[in-house]
C-alpha cells in the first residue's frame, strides 16, 4: 500500500518537471470549457494513453522505444493542427474538411457549434497530450517499470501503472482548473477572448515546436526551478518498493566480483575431491523463451536422464564472451556422452531483444549448441538468477548440483561435468581439461591489473562523468571534455544521452576515458538507419600500433556496422594508467559501456 502512495505522488510530481511546461499550453486552449464534458474526457484520454504506454514499455522490450517516437511525432503534427485552428477560425474549416468527424471537432467544434457535445474531441486531445506526457516520467516510474519487465506484467504492476497515471491526471485536473479561472478572469478584464484564444493558439505551436526540438529537456531543465527527479529519487531512497526480488536491471558478474556457491579448487584436481557434490535445488522449466535458435523448444522432461549445462549470457557481455570458448569446448567434447548445453540468451541492452542480432551474434561466434532467446527473463526468473554469465550444471535426475557466476574456475567446472557423466553410468568419460586459445575479445583478461570498472553511457547507470558540463537527459548538447582522474569519462561534440546510451548528433564527437587495463572495449552501434560509422582511436594522443584492438588497426581506425563489443584496445608489456579517445568521423554512432580486461 505505501509504494502505491509512492507511485500515485511520483505521477502528481510529473507536472513539475520541465519537459511538461511546454505541453500545459495544451491544457489551458480548453480551460474556458465545462470541466465535466471538456476538461473530464481530457483528462481520462490523457490517462488512457499514458498508462498504455507505460505498459507497453513493460512488456513490449525495446521495439516501444520506436513505436512511441512515432505516435509523439502524429500527437506533435495533431497539436500544431489544433494550435493553427485556433488562431485562425476560417482556415480551421478548410484544413479539417475532409476529417469532419474528427479534426474539426477536436479543433474548434466548441466554438462553433455549442450545442454538439466536446466529449470526443476532447478525449482526443487527451490521448495526444499523453504521447507528450509519457516520456517525462521520472525515477518512480522507472522503477515500477523496470520490476515489470525483469518480472513479468502482473495485476500489481497495472495497478501501480494506473496509480501513476492517476496521479499524472490529478495533477493536469489541478492545472486546468487553475488556468481556467485566470482564463475567465482575463476575459472579464480584456474583453478580448478572440485574441487570447489566438495569443493560447500561438502558445501551443511554440510548445510544438519547443518539444520538436527537444529545447523542452535542455534549455528548461537550465531554468526550471522544480526538479521533481531529486525529490522522487529522495522519496525511494527512503522507502523501498515491494517489488519482487531483483527489482533492480540484473548487474552484469565481471571476473573480479561474481560470487561462486563454494570454494574454488586448484588446477588439476582430481575427480574424487568432487565427490560430495550437494543437490542446490530442483530445474525449473525452461519455458517461456520467445524462441529457440539452434534446436526445437526442450524441456525438462525430455532432457531427463541426461547431463544438462544451462548457461545464461548475452552477447556484449565482455565476461559472457570471455566465458564462451570453454562451454563451446565442453559442448563438442562431451556430446557423445549425453551432454546438453543450452545457452539461455538474456538481453541486457534493447538491441539484444532483435532475434536477427542474436542469429548473427550466433554465427559470428560459432556457436552450435541450442539457445533459448529468453526476452522476457521468464528462464531467468525460473532460476533467480541475478549475473551474466552464470552457469547451472544439472545432473540426469533434473537436480541442479553446482552452480558458478562469473567467469573462471573452469577447470572445477569440467570436473563437474565429468563426475554427474560418470554418475550416469557411463564408464569412458573422457579425462584432463580442455586447453582453450582463444583470441580477439574471448582471450582470457589480465585481471590482476585491472583497475577500471565496467562503465555505462547512459545516464540510468552512468558514473564517473566528467565532462565541462552536466549530463543533459533525453536533449542534444554540445560537450566539452575536461581534465580527467583515473576512471573519469567525457564528451566532446552534440550528443544526446539516453537512459540506456549517447547518441551523436554530428559528426565530429568524442569520448574520453582515463583507464587502467590490458584491454578496453567500447559496446557501439551504427545509426538508427544502419550506416556504418568510422572513427579513430588514440592512446595518449598516438595511434595505437601493436596496441590496438581486434576492431582497430594499427592507425586506430575502424568502423561500426553492428551492434555490439567491439575490442579497441589490446596492450602487451606492463600496464599503466592512459588516457583513451575514440573520435567518431560520422554522425549518428550509439555509444553504450565500456568494460575492461
Known amino acids: ?125 487527451g490521448l495526444a497530450t499523453g504521447l507528450l506526457w509519457a516520456p517525462c516520467a521520472g525515477p518512480i516510474l522507472g522503477l515500477i517499470l523496470t520490476g515489470a519487465a525483469l518480472h513479468g506484467a502482473s495485476v500489481e504492476t497495472s495497478l501501480l501503472l494506473a496509480t501513476y497515471a492517476a496521479g499524472a491526471a490529478t495533477s493536469l485536473a489541478l492545472a486546468l482548473v487553475i488556468g481556467g479561472r485566470v482564463f475567465k478572469a482575463m476575459k472579464r478584464m480584456l474583453g478580448a477572448g478572440e485574441w487570447i484564444r489566438r495569443g493560447l493558439g500561438a502558445a501551443v505551436i511554440a510548445a510544438v515546436v519547443v518539444v520538436a526540438l527537444g529545447l523542452d529537456t535542455s534549455f528548461l531543465t537550465q531554468v526550471s526551478l522544480a526538479n521533481t527527479t531529486s525529490v522522487e529519487q529522495m522519496l525511494l531512497d527512503r522507502i523501498r518498493p515491494p517489488l519482487p526480488a531483483q527489482a533492480s536491471a540484473p548487474t552484469v558478474g565481471d571476473g573480479n566480483t561474481a560470487r561462486t556457491s563454494d570454494t574454488a579448487m586448484t588446477q588439476g584436481a582430481s575427480t574424487k575431491q568432487l565427490d560430495d557434490l550437494p543437490v542446490i535445488g530442483t530445474s525449473p522449466a525452461l519455458s517461456g523463451a520467445v524462441q529457440w535458435l539452434n534446436s526445437p523448444p526442450l524441456t525438462t522432461d525430455e532432457l531427463k536422464g541426461k547431463v544438462v549445462l544451462v548457461d545464461f549470457w548475452t552477447y556484449s557481455c565482455i565476461n559472457c564472451l570471455r566465458e564462451l570458448p570453454y562451454v563451446r569446448a565442453w559442448a563438442q567434447k562431451y556430446k557423445s556422452q549425453g551432454l546438453v548445453v543450452i545457452g539461455v540468451h538474456a538481453p541486457e541492452f534493447a538491441f539484444e531483444r532483435d532475434i536477427n542480432n542474436v542469429k548473427k551474434a550466433i554465427d559470428d561466434l560459432k556457436i552450435n549448441f541450442p539457445v533459448a532467446v529468453d526476452n522476457d527473463y521468464a528462464i531467468w526468473r525460473a532460476f533467480a538468477n541475478e549475473y551474466w554469465p552464470a552457469e547451472y550444471f544439472i545432473d540426469a535426475q533434473g537436480r541442479i548440483r553446482h552452480q558458478q557466476f562469473g567467469e573462471g574456475d573452469y577447470d572445477r567446472s569440467e570436473r563437474v561435468i565429468q563426475q554427474l557423466i560418470a554418475e550416469t553410468g557411463k564408464g569412458d568419460v573422457p579425462a584432463g581439461i580442455v586447453q582453450v586459445n582463444a583470441s580477439g575479445a574471448e582471450a582470457a583478461a589480465d585481471m590482476d591489473d585491472v583497475k577500471s570498472p565496467e562503465t555505462y553511457v547512459g545516464y540510468r547507470r552512468a558514473e564517473n562523468f566528467a565532462s565541462e558540463n552536466d549530463m543533459i537527459a533525453d536533449a542534444p548538447h554540445v560537450y566539452k571534455t575536461a581534465d580527467l582522474q583515473l576512471n573519469e569519462w567525457g564528451l566532446a561534440g552534440n550528443w544526446t544521452i539516453n537512459g540506456e546510451y549517447a547518441a551523436l548528433n554530428q559528426a565530429g564527437g568524442d569520448i574520453v576515458y582515463k583507464f587502467h587495463a590490458r584491454d578496453l572495449h567500447l559496446v557501439l552501434g551504427p545509426a538508427p538507419e544502419g550506416r556504418p560509422i568510422r572513427f579513430q582511436i588514440t592512446i595518449d594522443g598516438q595511434k595505437p600500433g601493436a596496441a590496438h584492438g581486434a576492431d582497430v588497426d594499427a592507425q586506430g581506425e575502424g568502423v561500426v556496422t553492428d551492434q555490439r563489443l567491439y575490442q579497441l584496445v589490446r596492450q602487451s608489456g606492463p600496464v599503466r594508467d592512459h588516457t583513451f579517445e575514440i573520435h567518431f568521423l560520422d554522425a549518428g554512432v550509439q555509444a553504450y559501456a565500456f568494460t575492461f580486461g
Not at 473530464?40 to 507505460?54: Q, S, Y
Not at 513490449?60 to 517516437?69: D, E, F, M, R
Open 1 to 125: 500500500m505505501l509504494f502505491f502512495v509512492l507511485a500515485y505522488f511520483g505521477g502528481v510530481l510529473t507536472i513539475l518537471s520541465p519537459c511538461i511546461l511546454p505541453v500545459l499550453p495544451f491544457v489551458f486552449a480548453r480551460s474556458d470549457r465545462p470541466f465535466v464534458s471538456s476538461g473530464l474526457p481530457m483528462l481520462i484520454g490523457m490517462a488512457l494513453t499514458f498508462a498504455a504506454v507505460a505498459t507497453l514499455a513493460a512488456v513490449g522490450g525495446g521495439w516501444v522505444i520506436q513505436a512511441n517516437a512515432y505516435g509523439r511525432t502524429l500527437a506533435l503534427i495533431l497539436l500544431t493542427l489544433f494550435g493553427v485552428t485556433l488562431i485562425f477560425p476560417a482556415l480551421s474549416e478548410w484544413l479539417t474538411r475532409p476529417l469532419v468527424d474528427w479534426g474539426s471537432r477536436l479543433s474548434q467544434s466548441g466554438d462553433r457549434h455549442r450545442g454538439a457535445s466536446p466529449l470526443l474531441p476532447s478525449l482526443g486531445l
